[in-house]
Each structure stands twice: as C-alpha cells, then as structure tokens.
T-cell receptor
C-alpha cells in the first residue's frame, strides 16, 4: 500500500455509459495527477492539479473530465468512451513546492484497469 | 518535445547475473530522473531518484547513474534475483506546458530465472 488508493481496480463499461474513477491520498500531498498507460506506449500525463489549481492538457479528449474537490481526492469522470480508451489509469500525488524546483517525488496508486466494450 | 527511450525492451537473465538497463532522453533540461518498478497489473514503485545536479544514487543492489549532458542514465542491478522480475521504467521530470511533468519511457521488462 503506497498511500494512494484507487477505486475501482477494474471497470468494464459500454461506450454509452458514464462512470468515474476515484483516487484518494492521505500523504499530505498538494498535487495530484492522472496518467494513462496503454499497451506498447509510454505512460501519458493526462491532468495535473497542483496547489489546488488545475493545469489544462489540451491533448486529452473532452470525454475525460477530471475533478479535484480537495487536496486529498481526485476523480476522473468518463463519458461516451471509445474502445481505444481501454487502458490502465494511474493516479499519483506529490508535494509541490510551487516553484518547479524539481523536488517532486510522485507516489503512484495501483491503477484502475478500464475496458471499454 | 522530450522523448525518453529505454533499451532493451525486454531482457531475460539467469539468477545471479549483474545487468544494466539503459535510458536516454532528448532534452537535457530536466530537473531529475527517476527509475520506477512496475509489477504486472500493479502501480509504480519509485526505486531511485537522481537530481539533475547529481551523478548517481544507490539503494541496496541498485545503482543509477545520470549523465545529463549526454542525455543518458543507466540502472545497474547487481546479483539479480527472480524477485527482480518486473518492468523498469525511466522517467524525467521537466517543465512543460502542464507545469512540471514526468515523461516516461516504454520500459524494460526483466525476467530473472532461477
């Protein structure tokens, strides 16, 4: 257990469903991340919430919608996904000093395995 | 655009061998470099972090080096064990459009046989 908990661990959904992935950390971190890990591809950063401010990532389709209600919780809302969205979605957290000093060490959750039929 | 490459993609060795995993990156303007381990179906576990001003870090049987000017890092595993079997990921932390972000390689999948 790393201190970053993701639920559900496995999710199967149809293309018309709406579902959400949840991430929770009690490490006192103030930055949280969503990463996507597809087969044969490097991990891709999807979203960052740092010091309670969301940083946009224009390359992520709008069918993925993040929500960060507080510094300990992060959601990824899923709507009308495509089969190619099937992947392992990893949440991570870190202590951000806000000055991009590079001291960030990310702690990852175990991931949510998503299958879109 | 930063790209991280890991060679080899897969490696099989008998128990007890010393081995080296390679990582290269295209933009040397990084804050740090991290090596992670990922077991099948699991999340990532941080193994070693090397700040941009450092040359190497050691933890037990693991030693990671960083040559920022040439854009290279190596992870040395001494006296490999079957429990070392996993995928090893290299990632660099840089300042991008989304603030600081980790850019990952595709990983090296290691299999150590007993």
């Amino acid at each position: 257990e790393t201190g970053v908990t993701q639920t559900p661990r496995h999710l199967v959904m149809g293309m018309t469903n709406k579902k959400s992935l949840k991430c929770e950390q009690h490490l006192g971190h103030n930055a949280m991340y969503w990463y996507k890990q597809s087969a044969k591809k490097p991990l891709e950063l999807m979203f960052v919430y740092s010091l309670e401010e969301r940083v946009e990532n224009n390359s992520v389709p709008s069918r993925f919608s993040p929500e960060c209600p507080n510094s300990s919780h992060l959601f990824l809302h899923l709507h009308t996904l495509q089969p190619e969205d099937s992947a392992l979605y990893l949440c991570a957290s870190s202590s951000s000093s806000g000055d991009n000093s590079g001291a960030n060490v990310l702690t990852f959750g175990a991931g949510s395995r998503l299958t879109v039929l | 655009k930063q790209e991280v490459t890991q060679i080899p993609a897969a490696l099989s060795v008998p128990e007890g061998e010393n081995l080296v995993l390679n990582c290269s990156f295209t933009d040397s303007a990084i804050y740090n470099l991290q090596w992670f381990r990922q077991d099948p179906g699991k999340g990532l576990t941080s193994l070693l972090l090397i700040q941009s001003s450092q040359r190497e870090q050691t933890s037990g049987r693991l030693n990671a080096s960083l040559d920022k000017s040439s854009g290279r890092s190596t992870l040395y595993i001494a006296a490999s064990q079957p429990g070392d079997s996993a995928t090893y990921l290299c990632a660099v932390l840089e300042l991008g459009q989304a603030g600081t972000a980790l850019i990952f390689g595709k990983g090296t999948t290691l299999s150590v046989s007993s």
